[in-house]
């Protein structure tokens, strides 16, 4: 069987993700070649996500990579996709999700409530600033960019800090299991539309692959859970980097779909939950519009565009 040639950021994570993905397919008999490509996220280094202005940061080197032959397929962190996929593109797999909260790290054991009055955080989102805020006003949150390891290591050569915050999985994913001091309730930090599952890229006109990577991770109840909580993204016309906050789970044919909007310094927020049956993913991305068009009616379209208005910000998530 001719290899599958496997497109992937840099990343210590993205390299972790691969790997697994790859693994996956190697236990079905099926040969695969890695291919490390940077994405304009990787080469920015030094401008805070939101300002960079692109919807696609780690993603779009992937997709032309993807469109013009030379991989066959891409690894991505589900969260960093756009919800509209270039033409030609299309979602061939999801799964592997872990723990989708965020985590409150610090330089030791640090819980959430033992946060010092007053202190000083960072994080890369927007989304994760505007939930600390509308839950501790008192804190000050600065902006952190690079990889996992690099955010860790900025923390613990930081004298101002007292915290960063992460996606939980990709902690774990690494082996920094040890360094979350508290795994982040929802209902104080909701997560990122997709955050925690893993997402393959095809292109459509590749049905062979697209049927080797649904069988190596394709999860059908994480594909549905996601799914919603996109349809919500979209139905929102926000990018990733926007504070829109969205979690779902699936039991049976069940969908339980939360959502959230933040205004930037957390002053004021739209958020609702929407619970039905959701038999597929096209009936669940429907109850995440459905979701949205509820948020909207209570205000959320204002907020977002009082972000856009300030912000620029139309980027794609960090780790």
Do not use: Y
């Not at 990122?192 to 394709?218: S, Y």
């Not at 504070?243 to 909007?261: C, F, I, K, W």
């Not at 002053?267 to 669940?284: C, D, F, I, L, N």
């Amino acid at each position: 069987m001719t290899d599958l040639r496997v497109g992937t950021r840099g990343s210590a994570l993205a390299l972790w993700q691969t790997e697994r993905v790859r693994g996956l397919l190697q236990s079905l008999g099926v040969g695969t070649e890695r291919i490390e490509i940077r994405t304009t996220g990787d080469v920015i280094l030094d401008v805070p996500l939101s300002q960079i202005g692109s919807r696609a940061l780690f993603t779009k080197q992937l997709d032309d990579a993807l469109l013009g032959g030379q991989i066959d397929l891409a690894v991505h962190s589900l969260k960093d996709l756009p919800t509209v996929l270039p033409a030609g593109l299309a979602l061939g797999a999801v799964g592997l999700r872990e723990d989708p909260r965020d985590a409150l790290v610090g330089k030791g054991p640090l819980l959430w409530s033992d946060v010092p009055q007053g202190a000083t955080v960072a994080t890369s989102s927007l989304r994760r600033r505007a939930q600390v805020l509308r839950a501790r006003p008192d804190l000050l949150v600065d902006d952190i960019r690079g990889n996992v390891d690099t955010r860790l290591a900025k923390l613990d050569r930081s004298p101002v800090w007292t915290a960063i915050f992460l996606a939980t999985a990709g902690l774990e994913r690494l082996g920094f299991g040890h360094r979350i001091g508290d795994r982040m309730p929802t209902s104080i930090m909701l997560p990122a539309p997709g955050q925690g599952a893993l997402a393959i890229t095809i292109r459509m006109d590749d049905p062979r692959t697209g049927a080797l990577v649904q069988r190596a991770l394709h999860d059908p109840d994480c594909a549905r859970a996601v799914a919603a909580e996109r349809g919500f993204l979209r139905r929102l016309e926000g990018g990733c980097q926007v504070p829109v906050a969205a979690l779902a789970t699936v039991s049976g044919d069940e969908l339980r779909l939360r959502g959230r909007v933040i205004a930037l310094d957390g002053r004021s927020a739209v958020e609702g939950e929407w619970v039905g049956p959701a038999a597929s993913e096209a009936h669940a991305a429907d109850a995440g519009q459905s979701l949205a068009e509820q948020l909207l009616s209570r205000g959320a379209g204002e907020i977002l565009q009082a972000v856009r208005d300030g912000s620029g910000a139309h980027a794609a998530p960090g780790a």
